[in-house]
């Protein structure tokens, strides 16, 4: 199994920055993806970006050329980087990860961003 950990949610003004964090631990080796989800009040659970072991990334199209998705696999770690926020952006943010031959997919306990206009 692998366990997610995540870290850097706040309260932002709306045109700031924010930088998560999502830590791996467990059966790191495995791991295949890992990327980032959110979700705000009363809405689906949407993508956010997401990053392969080789560095290949995708991202919804609502982030694109706002957030960047990085990996350091020395660290077990993935970031999200987040610039010119907006109120819309504010959501609960979810780390996950696919992992194993199966693509078992693992989920963090989510961080929670505020973007206030």
């Known amino acids: 199994q692998v366990q997610l950990l995540e870290s850097g949610g706040g309260l932002v003004q709306a045109g700031g920055s924010l930088r998560l964090s999502c830590a791996a631990s467990?059966?790191?080796?495995?791991?295949?993806?890992m990327g980032w989800y959110r979700q705000a009040p009363g809405k689906q659970r949407e993508l956010v970006a997401r990053?392969?072991?080789?560095?290949?990334?995708n991202y919804g199209d609502s982030v694109k050329g706002r957030f960047t998705i990085s990996r350091d696999n020395a660290k077990n770690t993935v970031y999200l980087q987040m610039n010119s926020l907006k109120p819309e952006d504010t959501a609960v943010y979810y780390c996950?990860?696919?992992?194993?031959?199966?693509?078992?997919?693992?989920w963090g306990q989510g961080t929670q961003v505020t973007v206030s206009s």
């Open positions: 467990g059966n790191i080796a495995s791991i295949n993806r």
């Open positions: 996950t990860c696919a992992y194993g031959s199966n693509y078992l997919v693992s």
């Open positions: 990053i392969t072991t080789g560095g290949s990334t």
